[in-house]
């Protein structure tokens, strides 16, 4: 036995007790994650469905699983990376719908434990009871009314925060594999969207400016080696494309997306808000002042003395205040600026304490960073899914802004910050389940959510929507088991038709809308119609009725004529219809065309 052993100190260290106490955190972390993940999903997640996006992700983890290539089989405005990370999903023991948002919500939690490690710059592991609910709480207001599946942003995020929090660790501790784990994460997600690139180059940025790197000799070699580990995932990606023949198309495809630069962020210091809507400009102006009038204080805290104190105390309790009202009063409505007046009054109060503390606030411009990258999108350009981190971010600087203040010291219970811990995560628990039961994501109110969609396909059990939805689902499988075939194919929507019935879609598009036919998008359609025609051994089905007639529980048709014209978003799907020469049929409110096994 060595001296060091020897030593009382290192007898404690290597105790059975020590040893429980270090292996329990991990595990009670972990166990957390996952109970909470489950428990959100079985109370919020799995009330509501929609046929549009819901499964779309997972549709081209389908694809993925039974052997196409991105770019040369599927056409894509955006990497596929999505595809390959939740195949994941498909692992998961328990029905599709529900593994899919059990996975998600996994992702979203360790996001958030990732950006609260950054911007403290401590270990979960040292986290006590209160911080834990705290982040717990942070997790639910980050999820907000973001519908529960596996989404793009929603990757892009987890692995951004994964990145950054496991290379600032790396590089802190001088721990190589979490450096070049934090770097693969940064370069994956870019491959799952583009709005994400920006990862690559703040990832080059640690790298050359961390704090832990800026006292040691800058080695050409180690720097080499972790752009290779930023690199891998983009390198791995396009060099299968174009080993596969498809480089040319994949850079036109993803070129040919319509641009978005997240410009909803300033435009709302000039827009108009309905009624019954929260503005959040008010929010933003009044905890602005009080960030100034903070910092002021405390520049001048010698000045002023036990004045200044209860000035700095006090406001710092109405910014708080007014951080916190911004999310009450934006009730997690789904498409609306609460989330933006958090990124700003965030944004404010880093910026005032890298002043005041002549610091550059590199993690915290990370979160910001972070922020404006989700929101650029298409469909949800709204950095919600950062908020509770940002207003965790914001408190807790609050909080440092007093805590040199000296007060008389008033001993607590340990038990007093675990309830007020508990009464948080409370709290935007039920903010969480009310906002979700009176509005699911494309559907109607939870108490209108009676049909059991199990019932349609196994894949579905747990999921509840409304009973339009439901007949819908009912005649897909109708239509399926009625007219078997090879390829099946069911436009323009519902791409979660092909992971969930088991199906392959014979076109390159799991859901043609207009911005996703890019490149020759259009064309390939078609030209796969007509090879499909050729080939026979097919069931392609139109829709008759559209998704937003579905989440708003208008029952579809009973029947239809096989000619009925389509719920189409472009010219496409008439063009398919005219290129397929079987047998016209209809089932419920499906029409289709039909050319069985030869």
């Known amino acids: 036995m060595?001296?060091?052993?020897?030593?009382?100190?290192?007898?404690?260290?290597?105790?059975?007790?020590?040893?429980?106490?270090?292996w329990s955190r991990p595990v009670f972390l972990v166990v957390g994650v996952l109970v909470m993940s489950a428990g959100v999903v079985f109370r919020v997640g799995r009330f509501g469905f929609n046929p549009s996006d819901q499964g779309f992700v997972l549709a081209g983890a389908w694809r993925i699983l039974h052997g196409e290539i991105p770019h040369v089989d599927v056409v894509s405005p955006r990497p596929l990376g999505s595809a390959y990370l939740h195949i994941a999903d498909f692992l998961v023991p328990a029905p599709l719908m529900l593994a899919s948002g059990f996975v998600m919500l996994v992702q979203l939690s360790v996001a958030t434990i990732a950006l609260a490690a950054l911007l403290t710059g401590t270990s979960p592991l040292q986290w006590g009871p209160l911080r834990m609910c705290l982040v717990a709480a942070a997790v639910l207001v980050n999820l907000n009314t973001f519908p529960v599946m596996a989404w793009h942003t929603v990757d892009g995020v987890f692995l951004a925060a994964a990145g950054w929090w496991a290379l600032d660790h790396g590089l802190r501790a001088q721990a190589r594999w979490a450096r070049w784990l934090g770097l693969f994460c940064l370069g994956f997600a870019v491959i799952v969207k583009q709005s994400f690139a920006f990862t690559v180059l703040l990832g080059v940025l640690i790298l050359l400016l961390h704090p832990a790197v800026r006292s040691r000799r800058f080695r050409w070699g180690r720097f080499v080696a972790d752009l290779l580990w930023l690199g891998a995932a983009p390198l791995?990606?396009?060099?299968?494309?174009?080993?596969?023949?498809?480089?040319?198309?994949?850079?036109?495809?993803?070129?040919?997306?319509?641009?978005t630069w997240g410009e909803n962020i300033y435009r709302l210091w000039g827009g108009t808000f309905r009624a019954g809507s929260v503005d959040p400009r008010g929010y933003i102006v009044a905890a602005a002042v009080g960030m100034v009038l903070i910092a002021g204080t405390w520049r001048l805290r010698d000045r002023?003395?036990?004045?200044?104190?209860?000035?700095?105390?006090?406001?710092?309790?109405a910014v708080a205040v007014i951080t916190v009202g911004v999310v009450v009063a934006g009730r997690f409505e789904h498409a609306s600026y609460w989330s933006f007046a958090v990124l700003w009054i965030f944004l404010v109060?880093?910026?005032?304490?890298?002043?005041?503390?002549?610091?550059?606030p590199w993690q915290r411009l990370l979160v910001v960073a972070l922020a404006w990258m989700s929101t650029l999108s298409w469909g949800y350009p709204f950095p919600s899914l950062l908020a509770g981190t940002m207003v965790l971010g914001t408190?807790?600087?609050?909080?440092?802004a007093v805590a040199d203040l000296r007060w008389p010291h008033i001993p607590?219970?340990?038990?007093?910050?675990?309830?007020?811990?508990?009464?948080?995560?409370?709290?935007?628990?039920?903010q969480l389940t009310a906002a979700h039961d009176r509005a699911p994501y494309a559907d109607l109110p939870q108490w209108q959510l009676t049909a059991h969609l199990g019932t349609a396909a196994p894949a579905m059990r747990g999921v509840r929507s409304n009973p339009a939805v439901g007949a819908y689902l009912t005649q897909i499988r109708d239509c399926l088991t009625r007219y078997p075939a090879s390829n099946v194919a069911v436009l323009p929507d519902d791409a979660f038709v092909y992971p969930?019935?088991?199906?392959?879609?014979?076109?390159?598009?799991?859901?043609?809308?207009?911005?996703?036919?890019?490149?020759?998008?259009?064309?390939?359609?078609?030209?796969?119609?007509?090879?499909l025609d050729r080939n026979g051994d097919y069931l392609v089905l139109f829709q008759a009725v559209t998704t937003e007639a579905l989440a708003e529980g208008r029952q579809p048709y009973g029947s239809v004529p096989p000619e009925i014209g389509t719920a189409g978003h472009s010219d496409v799907e008439p063009r398919i219809r005219?290129?397929?020469t079987g047998q016209k049929i209809s089932c419920g409110s499906l029409a289709g065309v039909w050319s069985p096994r030869g």
């Open 395 to 400: 408190l807790d600087l609050l909080i440092c």
């Open 412 to 430: 607590a219970p340990r038990t007093l910050g675990v309830l007020a811990g508990v009464i948080v995560v409370g709290a935007a628990g039920v």
């Open 236 to 259: 791995l990606y396009f060099g299968m494309v174009a080993v596969a023949g498809g480089l040319p198309d994949a850079l036109t495809q993803l070129a040919g997306g319509t641009q």
């Open 304 to 317: 002023l003395g036990r004045g200044g104190d209860w000035i700095r105390l006090i406001v710092a309790g």
């Open 349 to 360: 109060a880093s910026v005032c304490d890298g002043i005041v503390r002549r610091r550059f």
């Open 500 to 531: 969930v019935f088991k199906v392959h879609n014979p076109f390159p598009m799991d859901w043609p809308l207009p911005m996703e036919m890019v490149g020759d998008g259009k064309q390939r359609m078609v030209d796969a119609a007509r090879q």
């Open 2 to 22: 060595s001296v060091v052993d020897s030593t009382p100190a290192a007898r404690r260290a290597s105790s059975p007790g020590r040893r429980r106490i270090r």
């Open 578 to 580: 005219a290129a397929l």
